[in-house]
């Protein structure tokens, strides 16, 4: 994780007032960090004052103010927070220093200062001759499966705010911030509809909920499901009283075959549901026929492929309504659980929506018997900033998983097989290895961290116990063989290239077997 550095005042002071003799090496520190830190807010008004004072003296009041904004304005500034411990020793020591420590307290950062007294009394504090060595010494550190925190850092400012907007409302359920995201995940997904949920469980479980008040539905219908996918795809529809009918994925896409779709369905099925694994769309097209040929619905799983794009349409949009997850590690991620249905069916829409929120369409009255599913006002107002940075997130993603085709060369790892690399939103990055398990451990000896997706599919697990005798080969090959490699909009350049040469590294270890 990169370090985040405040600047404390008499360092800041020093350059712009060119105070060379107070440390001759204060124009490194500038070239080293370029404009890459922070003020704390407390400060700003101090070094306002002290700069403008000196500077007048020489250039004149109206020049030093003009040389003081254009200094601000590429100055990344971090708030001082509010909650004072006033017994704190270093508050009681000196109030200055302690409002920036408890500053670099919430970006984690150190503070780079030549106060003797700061120095000796925070441990956030580093001298200016220490930050200068921090590369010699830097150790690589372990390589997380996913830094969230370090994604959503990027947005702290803007976070901020959404909270603060949030609270002085008043109003904290099914306000203007839902209602605001609703219409912007439309927008982006270009459906009619976008009705917020607690989470992407609950939008499919919804989803199928109102198809059964709609009498498109009923308990014992079956669904389509692949086998391989997470199992809350799976829940949803036995929660409903409806069957799952698994169907085999295609070893190449790990999505749905819809090769073996047709041999499935029986005058019982009343859908299909497309899960868009690990970012890449099903074969929407072939799904959207079978489903046209035999009178089902399509429902798309798409908790893992936000923005994901198929014949120029949007994942949310390819069949007749969409379940979507903000669960924190994905691509669209809340700071909490969320989720959302999207569709084109006005009917489908207006019935989800009163299911969410007891089965009541309009105070105190209840059509349905419905349920509590709905998104919070402080989760929308997060995910109104992310969505306005998925796009470019994504395109991230798209050069993380490039560096990792380009750079893994190991004939015993299949590498994804990707159908389209403008359209792929690469939620997960998977291998495929026969010695998986062998490669995780190796590569978490190398400090690189990897997952499974998933290791037990729905048909072994005791929670779907009776399926236990059925027999899904492919399913269970990828369940053996998978393993996802980091990936996310923060994970860097080197770190991806050094995870490639672990993966290349571990075939070595193999043919010297
Ligand atoms: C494919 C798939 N479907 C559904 C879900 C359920 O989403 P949530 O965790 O928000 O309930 C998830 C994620 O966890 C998922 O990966």
């Not at 407390?42 to 020049?63: C, P, T």
């Not at 503070?111 to 010494?137: P, Y």
């Not at 909009?489 to 672990?502: D, F, H, M, Q, Y």
């Amino acid at each position: 994780m990169k370090c985040n550095y405040i600047l404390d005042t008499n360092i800041i002071l020093d350059y712009m007032l060119d105070r060379v003799d107070s440390n001759k090496n204060i124009y490194t520190i500038f070239t080293k960090l370029k404009n890459n830190f922070y003020l704390s807010s407390s400060q700003i008004h101090n070094i306002e004052y002290i700069f403008i004072h000196e500077r007048k003296k020489e250039i004149g009041l109206e020049k030093s103010k003009e040389e003081w904004m254009a200094f601000i304005k590429n100055i990344k500034i971090t708030k001082t927070p509010s909650y004072v411990d006033i017994n704190d020793a270093l508050f009681l020591q000196d109030s200055e220093d302690y409002l920036i420590e408890l500053s670099a307290k919430v970006i984690d950062a150190k503070i780079i200062t030549r106060n003797k007294n700061f120095l000796n009394n925070s441990e956030l504090t580093i001298s200016v001759d220490e930050f200068l060595k921090t590369d010699e010494n830097k150790k690589a550190s372990p390589i997380p499966f996913l830094d969230l925190k370090s994604i959503n850092m990027q947005y702290f400012n803007e976070y901020e705010k959404a909270f603060d907007d949030v609270i002085r409302s008043g109003w904290y359920i099914q306000g203007t911030q839902v209602k605001a995201f609703e219409q912007e995940f439309a927008d982006y997904c270009e459906t009619k509809h976008c009705i917020g949920v607690a989470n992407g469980l609950d939008a499919l479980t919804l989803i199928i909920k109102a198809y059964k008040e709609m009498g498109v539905m009923q308990i014992g219908d079956e669904v389509i499901v692949p086998a391989n996918t997470y199992i809350a795809s799976i829940l949803a529809i036995s929660e409903n009283g409806l069957t799952p009918v698994l169907v085999e994925p295609d070893i190449q896409t790990y999505n749905i075959d819809p090769a073996l779709i047709e041999a499935k369905i029986t005058e019982k099925t009343k859908a299909i549901m497309a899960v868009h694994l690990y970012g890449q769309v099903a074969a929407m097209n072939e799904i959207n026929t079978i489903a046209k040929q035999h009178n089902l619905k399509v429902i798309e799983d798409s908790a893992q492929a936000h923005g994901a794009i198929y014949n120029g349409k949007r994942t949310g949009n390819l069949g007749n309504a969409s379940g979507f997850s903000f669960y924190p590690g994905k691509n669209l991620g809340a700071l909490g659980d969320g989720g959302a249905i999207t569709t084109n069916d006005d009917q489908l829409a207006e019935i989800v929506r009163a299911l969410g929120n007891y089965g009541s369409h309009k105070k105190y009255e209840n059509k349905y018997q419905g349920v509590n599913s709905r998104l919070d006002e402080i989760q929308a107002a997060f995910l109104r900033v992310k969505l306005k940075q998925l796009d470019n997130e994504i395109q991230k993603r798209r050069e993380i998983a490039g560096v990792y085709l380009e750079n893994i060369n190991n004939e015993n790892i299949m590498l994804p097989y990707v159908n389209d690399q403008q359209a792929h939103v690469w939620h997960l990055f998977v291998i495929r290895t026969k010695n998986r398990d062998e490669l995780q451990k190796y590569l978490l000896g190398n400090g690189i961290q990897t997952m499974i997706h998933y290791p037990i599919s729905a048909h072994n697990q005791n929670a779907y116990k009776s399926w236990c005798e059925q027999s899904f080969p492919t399913t269970e090959k990828l369940q053996n063989e998978v393993l996802s490699l980091p990936i996310s909009p923060v994970i860097n350049v080197n770190e991806v290239k050094k995870i490639a040469s672990g993966v290349n590294e571990y075939q070595k270890r193999c043919i010297l077997k």
